[in-house]
């Protein structure tokens, strides 16, 4: 299901034991793009939500001192190809770009289940 509104609210009505939340909040860097702003974001918000919930959660987010800081203690893994454009032949010097996956559980758990 996807729904369109506060996530506080969404996690709290959805959550419970074996509950999956993939989140994908503004990156604090803004992705480098002029036009994106996260200056109203509550990434401090986000992560007291998803400390105390029941289920699981994975976010992605950008690389950043702040994101580490905010949730150091939880499961990280690090960097990904750069998008569809990343083709052979290509000469693109970001081929790699440094993104978070954070997650409450071993991420690898992820690529493991077969429910």
């Given at each position: 299901?996807?729904?369109?509104?506060?996530?506080?609210?969404?996690?709290?009505?959805?959550?419970?034991?074996?509950?999956?939340?993939?989140?994908?909040?503004?990156?604090?860097?803004?992705?480098?793009?002029?036009v994106?702003?996260?200056?109203?974001?509550?990434?401090?918000?986000?992560?007291?939500?998803?400390?105390?919930?029941?289920?699981?959660?994975?976010?992605?987010?950008?690389?950043?001192?702040?994101?580490?800081?905010?949730?150091?203690?939880?499961?990280?893994?690090?960097?990904?190809?750069?998008g569809?454009?990343?083709?052979?032949?290509?000469?693109?010097?970001?081929?790699?770009?440094?993104?978070?996956?954070?997650?409450?559980?071993?991420i690898?758990?992820?690529?493991?289940?077969?429910?």
């Amino acid at each position: 299901m996807i729904e369109n509104r506060d996530f506080e609210k969404l996690i709290k009505q959805y959550d419970f034991e074996d509950a999956f939340f993939y989140c994908d909040p503004p990156y604090t860097s803004g992705c480098g793009y002029e036009v994106t702003s996260t200056a109203d974001f509550d990434h401090e918000r986000l992560r007291d939500v998803l400390k105390d919930i029941k289920g699981h959660f994975l976010l992605s987010y950008d690389d950043s001192p702040i994101v580490r800081e905010l949730y150091k203690g939880y499961e990280i893994e690090v960097e990904r190809q750069n998008g569809i454009n990343n083709r052979e032949g290509t000469n693109r010097a970001n081929k790699v770009y440094k993104e978070l996956l954070i997650a409450n559980y071993p991420i690898k758990e992820l690529f493991n289940n077969t429910h």
